[in-house]
């Protein structure tokens, strides 16, 4: 509760009559004096219980990486505290309600579902408060109008059309069957992956969508894709639906089919799951785990001692998020200027080098296509094969 | 809200709901910051949607597990109507009022004649239904992706726009939603719902249209709820399938017991506190946020035990605070 | 045709899984009447337990059997605390009062083991089994051939012992069955702990069969239980197990026709369906109803 205290030295009453875009000014005018005497502090919203906690907790432990090489970097100090939004858009509003209100932090940095990204845009957007977003992937983050966001992750649109392409024009192709997570992540790519096949002269011969964190039951969704004639699964959702579909297809006798899905599958426990079936698929992934750079290895070798796991895209983006915040206020960016000088900067990171467009989005990133080998994860070095995307664009 | 049977009330329950009105009516006056505003912003929306599972469940004795659908159903029609047809928002809110109502009285009428238990399953399955037809009807809900950039609520030109605002305006419509239902539930209406609650052969052989009123308490309920509805849609500006999923009618439910069935102030209090004890409890400490649901259900079942029959009950509060109240003569329902 | 013959299969095996949780649902709801929200997220624990013990590497058997008395044992629990102090309110409070208890257990499980989904050993052999021209996976004909023995143990158990009958007495009237002598308490108390010794095993075979653990297999785990328990009728043990069965059926038939999109919706809607046309279920006997 200590939280609520008011610190920005207005009267309650003064910020009524000021009207709330006034009292908004007002916060953000006081901000920075605190900013440069005291540290950097950054409010993690992500959902650490309910259906989708295996997500906040890869935030969590991103965060905790990221603040480790922030340690060693020196600058100025971070701190941050995790907000609980369960992955619901109610608790998404009263979170973000809590961030602005409080007038502790500098900068969010999340949501990971897009619905609470979504329902508390308005709140943060009223307050001018800069949000650095890892994960969330509906197009109507950036297409709303705010000027406050930038995200780390690939637009649906563009990554639809990449695993495509590399089912199509690199792996050969052409009777795709398409299994997607029946939510907002899902359903996106599974839309712009039946345009994308169109445009390729594939065919998409079947598809499938489930109910994410529920449905575990893929047998029969197997049967109807075998009958399909399927020459590729093309998997759009998390890890532990795609792995399990693997497995449930292995002990259905269906084996050897060409998987290609995106890096929400770049977990352990995909393998694990599959039983021994994700051998050889691949995943096209929006960083590189296992990209040639220090910063990249560091990351990777602390996170795997301290938790003995691979970090997911949440994790990278998250870590990456925290990086890159701390960079450009040690080089004298205020919270106001924050999102515009994100937008002029390029960042090396974990994930890569991103540059991002006026709307806030990350622009001209490249896929590293990685598959998995003797049960583990390995860098192929392939790039996708673009031919026919132009038509597209 | 008045919460007792009587036709001459009590001092006390006569202007206990206007003072506890006028004092609502000065929060925004004395809270500091938004937050606490939209907490109470919120336990009022979820007051509603508490009144009309109350009015099924608490008055008319049906167990529904469903009212999360007509709550989303409420405020899926009434952001349509706003955003894709032009209406402006009064009539948008009324109008998914009564399409709440006429659904929820379609889905009643085929299932009263099974045993009750069956209406729950019923109402569970109408919820995953509506949450299918929610995520998977592109071209109308935008599926998964959700709607966002609802307007706020705006009554001839004048526009909800700051926090305070939105407060005024919900609290205005709830008091106005208690205030019918109070009156129907005092009334002869909500006497018959009653009656047939506690012995339904009897009421049928005095003659009552058993079945005719149980479709009414489910029309009024749902209707409430989607009234409710189309406020949580405005005032959240965004909504969105997983919004109103099966877990949230359990929550629903939650309030409603803890409360007390058929308890006005136990709507709000019900509401209030489910709301209020997570939001307490909230930490920064990992397995404290871990561990926050658990203890939200143990203070539950804490207070189950303690309460059986609700916080606010009837039977269930302390003598002296009845003596106080002037309710010491009720006989026990 | 094969195509068709291979999803029955695969309706089977989901079903048999269904029966199995359904089984220790339905005898709670039977003499109880509570509809048990705990009753899912007792049977998750349950499996977390199980994949704890055969990660320490106790052998498959007495771990499983272990798991499900760990089962038997938090089902007491969750009677003592939150079934029995409210046994006596109005019947949706022990509702609540058990969806209370459900929370804390995922609460906790989150605690210990995390809210990633947790991979489950293959204890069976899975390997695709030809009969007739027809590929079978090996595991669904074992879960089934499981499911059917413990179902048969059940019924026999509760038809042909005296604890079995005490208990029917207890079901058809609590307060007589006290004023005779019945141990009412001790009754309600074994029924729970069965419940969930039968529930765990279902869920050993259903993180088996799907090869997932995870915390929101206590809510699926209530609702598939209930959905099944009311379709084959309450309180009837062969019908428990064949609404288990029907329910997967109707949930392959939903994805083949409709889309795995709508499974969840078109399979209930098939048993909001099949209950207007026979209240009491498939198998149910018809009973005045009780408040």
């Known amino acids: 509760m200590a939280m609520m205290t008011q610190k920005n030295g207005f009267t309650r009453r003064g910020a009524l009559r000021l009207g709330m875009g006034s009292a908004a000014a007002a916060t953000l005018a006081a901000r920075p004096m605190l900013a440069q005497a005291a540290p950097l502090r950054i409010a993690l919203a992500a959902p650490m219980t309910g259906d989708s906690a295996s997500m906040g907790l890869n935030a969590q432990r991103g965060a905790a990486a990221a603040m480790k090489l922030i340690e060693a970097a020196g600058g100025p100090a971070v701190t941050f505290d995790i907000f609980d939004d369960m992955g619901q858009p109610r608790e998404a509003a009263s979170v973000a309600r809590r961030i602005t209100d409080s007038g502790d932090y500098d900068l969010v940095v999340g949501h990971v579902n897009s619905s609470c990204t979504l329902a508390a845009m308005p709140i943060y957007a009223d307050y001018e408060m800069p949000v650095l977003c890892g994960s969330s992937s509906n197009s109507q983050v950036t297409e709303s109008g705010w000027e406050n966001i930038v995200r780390m992750t690939i637009r649906d649109d563009y990554g639809a059309q990449q695993y495509s392409a590399f089912a199509v024009n690199n792996l050969g192709k052409k009777k795709m069957a398409i299994l997607f997570a029946n939510d907002d992540y899902g359903r996106g790519l599974r839309d712009k992956m039946v345009i994308a096949a169109d445009a390729l002269g594939a065919e998409v011969v079947a598809e499938a969508g489930f109910t994410p964190n529920l449905d575990k039951d893929f047998s029969s969704i197997v049967s109807q894709f075998k009958n399909a004639g399927a020459e590729a699964f093309m998997l759009n959702c998390n890890y532990t639906e795609g792995g399990l579909f693997l497995g449930q297809a292995k002990s259905a006798g269906v084996e050897g089919i060409a998987t290609v899905g995106p890096d929400s599958l770049l977990y352990n426990e995909y393998i694990e799951l599959a039983q021994g079936a994700a051998e050889g698929s691949y995943i096209l992934a929006a960083y590189d785990p296992y990209a040639d750079s220090d910063t990249t290895r560091a990351f990777m070798s602390g996170f795997r001692e301290a938790y003995d796991a691979l970090p997911s895209q949440v994790a990278v983006f998250t870590s990456d998020l925290f990086i890159l915040a701390h960079q450009l206020m040690a080089a004298g960016s205020t919270p106001a200027s924050l999102i515009g000088d994100i937008k002029a900067t390029e960042f090396q990171g974990v994930g890569g080098t991103y540059h991002w467009d006026a709307k806030g989005d990350v622009k001209d990133r490249t896929f590293a296509v990685i598959t998995v080998k003797d049960g583990k994860f390995a860098s192929t070095g392939a790039a996708v094969d673009e031919t026919g995307l132009d038509a597209l664009r | ?333 | ?291």
């Open chain 2, 1 to 333: 809200m008045a919460m007792t049977e009587t036709f001459r009330m009590p001092v006390t329950v006569k202007f206990g709901p206007w003072i506890f009105l006028i004092l609502m009516a000065c929060l925004p006056l004395v809270l500091p910051g938004r937050f606490w505003l939209h907490i109470f912003s919120l336990t009022m929306i979820y007051a509603i949607f508490v009144l009309g599972q109350n009015v099924v469940t608490g008055w008319a004795g049906m167990l529904t597990l469903g009212q999360a659908a007509f709550v989303g159903m409420g405020a899926y029609s009434s952001v349509l109507l706003t955003m894709q047809a032009g209406v402006p928002w009064p009539l948008a809110f009324l109008a998914s009022g009564a399409i709440c109502a006429a659904s929820g009285a379609a889905l009643a009428l085929p299932c009263l004649r099974v045993k009750a238990d069956f209406l729950s399953l019923v109402t569970i399955a109408f919820n995953q239904i509506f949450f299918m037809v929610a995520n998977n009807w592109m071209e109308l809900t935008r599926g998964p992706m959700g709607i966002p950039g609802v307007p706020s609520m705006q009554i001839l030109g004048w526009k909800a726009r700051s926090s305070a605002d939105q407060f005024w305006l919900i609290l205005g419509v709830a008091a106005i939603l208690f205030l019918l239902v109070a009156r129907l539930m005092h009334g002869q209406l909500g006497r018959t719902m009653k009656m047939i609650r506690d012995d339904e052969v009897a009421a049928g052989a005095l003659g009552v249209n058993v079945t005719g009123y149980k479709v009414l308490a489910f029309a009024i309920g749902c209707g409430v709820c989607g009234l409710g509805g189309s406020l949580y849609g405005h005032y959240m500006r965004f909504v969105s399938p997983d919004m109103f999923k099966l877990e949230e009618s359990l929550l629903i439910m939650q309030m409603a017991i803890l409360g007390g069935l058929a308890s006005m102030p136990g709507c709000a209090l019900g509401a209030f506190l489910m709301i209020m004890i997570p939001e307490a409890l909230r930490s920064s400490e990992p397995w404290l946020i871990t561990i926050r649901p658990g203890v939200a259900g143990a203070t539950l079942v804490a207070l189950m035990i303690w309460r059986p029959n609700g916080l606010l009950g009837f039977g269930q509060m302390p003598r002296s605070i009845r003596r106080l109240l002037r309710l010491e003569k009720e006989a026990r329902p």
């Open chain 3, 1 to 291: 045709m094969d195509y068709y013959l291979e999803q029955l299969s695969n309706g089977i095996a989901v079903g048999s899984i269904y029966a199995l949780i359904a089984l220790g649902y339905s005898l709670v709801y039977s003499i109880l009447n509570l509809i048990n929200f705990a009753h899912g997220y007792v049977i998750m624990v349950g499996a977390f337990v199980a994949l704890a013990l055969l990660q320490a590497g106790i052998p498959a058997v007495p771990a499983i059997f272990l798991a499900c008395c760990a089962g038997a044992l938090i089902a007491m629990g969750v009677e003592r605390i939150a079934y029995r102090p409210v046994r006596h309110s109005n019947r949706i409070v022990p509702m609540i009062s058990a969806l209370g208890a459900g929370l804390v257990l995922a609460a906790g499980a989150q605690l210990i083991w995390g809210p990633e989904v947790h991979a489950f050993p293959q204890l069976i052999p899975r390997v695709p089994v030809e009969i007739g021209g027809v590929t079978l996976s090996s595991q669904s004909l074992i879960i089934l051939a499981i499911s059917l023995v413990l179902v048969a143990a059940a019924s026999w158990f509760l038809h042909r012992t005296r604890f079995g009958i005490a208990a029917q007495c207890v079901c058809q009237d609590l307060a007589t069955a006290q004023l005779m002598g019945i141990p009412v308490n001790l009754i309600i108390v074994a029924v729970y702990a069965i419940g969930g010794f039968l529930g765990v095993a279902g869920a050993v075979l259903f993180a088996m069969y799907f090869n997932a653990v995870f915390i929101q297999m206590g809510l699926l785990a209530t609702t598939k239980a209930w959905a099944a328990a009311m379709l084959g009728g309450i309180g009837s043990f062969s019908g428990a197990f064949w609404g288990g069965i029907l329910l997967g059926l109707a949930e392959t038939a939903a994805v083949m026709t409709a889309g795995s999109a709508y499974r969840d919706g078109v399979s209930l809607a098939i048993i909001v369906l099949v209950l207007l046309l026979k209240p009491n279920g498939l198998f149910g006997a018809p009973s005045a109803e009780r408040s």
